[in-house]
């Protein structure tokens, strides 16, 4: 080979490592500024999401503020403040076996409690639990009312058979329907519009209770038939929203519970007000003074409260728009979707997520328990992360750092919504004065006020299986009421409020109870 030939080569050999080591360094600046593109996204979307302790305190005298300006006149805030006409909660002295129909999340439920007289002696429960099939959740009330109906007939069916609840008289149930409902009484009340999904649009401004009752004669489980047969199921029943339940059985244990919170699919809360405090109803009286009310907060709305683009969007893409603001930031149909929006906000800004995922763009596919599962993901490889994004988003081989991102973006959405949930059960302590502050109305410090224990049920999937989720609402209710207050508030983990809580309300309004009992059951609120 020639000497010219050889340099020949040697340039060419240069020039080509030279582009070569271009294209990789053209690869690496590309890379790296589609990482920064990334890491604005989640910069934007922590600043959004903020909640320093001063903006949380705005959100908790925001909803004291609104709390009295529902309980003033009809319509006065968003939120809606509800009547339950529950005024007296259970004693504990509670005795016999009771039932309660469950609807409300995913599932409905029928229930038999055996109550055993003495505080906390439930003696034994039997559930029937059945997944609400999601066309049912849209079509007609017929169908969703024949399918519980059918439900109950099996359940009651079932116990024929066994003797030892034949011998049972009578049959009372509590009816827990976990929507808005503006209660007439204890026993009906007018459903005000749906949430969490369901969409049957005939029944809103009607009577609930009624097509229970219709659906439970369509199957034959009428008085009449019930009086000739081996039961008597009553069909007179408690109608209660499950907060509602909730406080109840959180006071069948505990006779501090003066509020209880539900946060799973959707949330909302209800606490035990004063009677005159409830201006919009002037002349209530209750043998007790108070009364329950079911403050339906998922749609409280304050400008404080945090929002991002992508709470927007899925407002604006939701069956109902303009509602439910404060429920669709923390509860758990939602919280899963906030995610996916992010994710897919990001795999629009970059190819960190590889090539285009159409699943990403489906409403809904993450939800809430996956993404728990994806936050809570302690493997040193993430394994569970990568695990996830491949079987539900069929995003596949992302590497260490993105899954790593994806836990991060898991993270500020929970946070938020934890620490926003602290904030509205603070505010309710404002309200009834239990804050520390001696309320929104007094002037006093809080080195004045004596704090009473006071205890607030609370429950709900999010809650309860979502550990970061619940720590991340301890610290919180801790940062906004300081360390002295917040030791006597106490939250108090029920096990199914919207079901027992609601058979034994039936049992404390139950006339049954009391003749059978000679004692008092309900108790004074
Ligand atoms: C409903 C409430 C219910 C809450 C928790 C909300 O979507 O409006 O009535 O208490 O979910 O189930």
């Known amino acids: 080979m020639g000497r010219g030939v050889m340099v020949g080569v040697t340039v060419g050999v240069a020039v080509a490592a030279c582009l070569v080591a271009g294209v990789v360094v053209g690869k690496r600046v590309k890379s790296r500024r589609k990482w920064k593109r990334v890491m604005g996204v989640l910069r934007e979307l922590e600043e959004g999401c903020e909640t320093t302790v001063g ?59 055996l109550l055993g007289g003495q505080r906390s002696s439930i003696l034994a429960k039997d559930v029937e639990r059945q997944p609400i099939p999601p066309h049912l959740m849209s079509g007609t009330s017929e169908d969703l009312f024949d399918f519980m109906a059918s439900s109950v007939k099996e359940f009651v069916e079932k116990e024929g058979n066994d003797s030892e609840s034949s011998v049972v008289k009578k049959k009372e149930l509590g009816f827990t329907f976990s929507f808005p409902v503006r209660q007439t009484s204890v026993l009906s009340g007018i459903l005000i519009k749906w949430t969490k999904g369901f969409a049957i649009e005939e029944m809103v401004e009607k009577e609930v209770a009624q097509y229970l009752q219709e659906a439970l004669i369509r199957k034959g489980l009428d008085m009449r038939v019930a ?28 006779e501090d519970t003066v509020a209880a919170v539900i946060i799973g699919t959707g949330s909302n809360a209800c606490y035990v007000e004063r009677t005159d405090a409830i201006i919009k109803c002037q002349g209530l009286l209750t043998t007790s003074g108070g009364m329950v009310v079911n403050m339906e907060w998922g749609n409280f709305w304050s400008s404080h409260l945090p929002r991002t683009s992508y709470d927007i969007d899925l407002d604006a893409d939701s069956p109902n728009p303009y509602d439910m603001g404060f429920e669709k930031m923390i509860s758990g149909m939602y919280l899963g979707d906030i995610v996916r929006r992010v994710i897919l906000r990001m795999s629009q800004e970059s190819d960190i997520f590889g090539p285009d995922s159409s699943r990403l763009s489906v409403p809904f596919i993450l939800r809430t328990p996956l993404m728990a599962a994806m936050h809570e993901d302690d493997s040193p490889e993430l394994t569970v992360v990568a695990g996830i994004l491949r079987e539900v988003l069929e995003i596949s081989d992302v590497p260490l750092k993105v899954r790593k991102l994806v836990v991060k973006i898991c993270d500020v959405v929970t946070r938020r919504a934890a620490r926003l949930a602290a904030a509205g059960i603070v505010g309710i302590l404002k309200k009834i004065g239990r804050d520390g502050s001696g309320g929104i109305t007094s002037g006093r410090t809080r080195s004045d006020v004596k704090m009473r224990r006071t205890v607030v049920a ?67 609120l």
């Open 458 to 524: 609370i429950e709900g999937g999010l809650y309860t299986n979502y550990t970061m989720f619940r720590e991340y609402l301890h610290e919180a209710l801790t940062e906004i009421l300081g360390e002295q207050i917040a030791q006597h508030v106490i939250l108090k983990e029920t096990e199914d409020g919207s079901g027992i809580g609601a058979a034994i309300l039936a049992a404390s309004y139950s006339s049954s109870n009391s003749v059978d009992n000679d004692t008092d059951t309900v108790q004074p």
């Open 227 to 254: 009086v000739l047969a081996y039961f008597s199921l009553l069909i007179y029943s408690e109608q209660v929203n499950d907060t509602v339940g909730t406080l109840a059985l959180g006071h069948y244990h505990d």
């Open 55 to 113: 903006r949380l305190k705005q959100v908790v005298d925001a909803m004291a503020v609104e709390m009295h300006a529902g309980l003033a006149s009809e319509g006065g805030s968003k939120l809606k403040m509800l009547l339950t006409f529950v005024d007296n909660l259970p004693s504990g002295s509670e005795k016999g076996t009771y039932y309660a129909l469950d609807l409300g999340g995913t599932n409905f439920r029928v229930l038999r409690v």
